[in-house]
């Protein structure tokens, strides 16, 4: 049997690890994140929320619900080396990733586009920019400036992280893949193998032997009871 080479990933971890380590924290953060989200919708009837952040508050709890179900296959898929439930862990981390993305830049695309003056009115709690002086809105200014790198920093380092994750995930798969073609290798059948049993032998040699004519008593130009040798009767 052809030993397989065990992937690694950060240089020197085997991927199996590492989906063991990500099944997990999916399925731990996962639940964990779920269960708010949830329980905000149940308490929706008490303090509601306008309808695109309800919409928001639902697509947050059921992916992260989907998280942490699939996490489950990926945590039993590396520890059974099945390729099927490592594989949907890998899929759940891609369209996870996917509805990151498209959420964060909805939100980031919100704050950048949100009015300055309601921004700093936020900031400022109700006073107005006359009663709260120039260095106090200075320093609303600043703080909101700060709040958006940071706020596109995370996104950013959040995603990459997740991006990596899914790396790690499909590796392993490629993995799997690997040792299944190396425990159940291709064997050609005998019957397709054409075999050569008399290299010597060729086309026009096997005409010769065929053709009547071919024989030196027959040849050109050679007398019937001739000997080919002496050209003699």
Known sequence: MVNVRSRKFCCCF???FGVFVLSMFAMIGGSFVAAIGWIQVSQLNENPLPVSDQIALYIHSGIFTVLALLAVFGFFGALVRNRSLTSAFAIALAVHLGFSVASGIFTLVTLFKQDPQV????CLNGVSVADAGEAKVEVCKSEVAIFKGVMVAAYVITWLIQLYAYIIVERYVDQLDEEADAANP???PRSTVVEITNPQVTTYNGFQSSYPFSTPHQAYGVTRGQ???????
């Open 227 to 233: 000997d080919p040798a002496t050209n003699m009767v």
């Open 119 to 122: 921004t700093l009115a936020k």
């Open 186 to 188: 291709v064997v050609i």
């Open 14 to 16: 085997p991927v199996r």
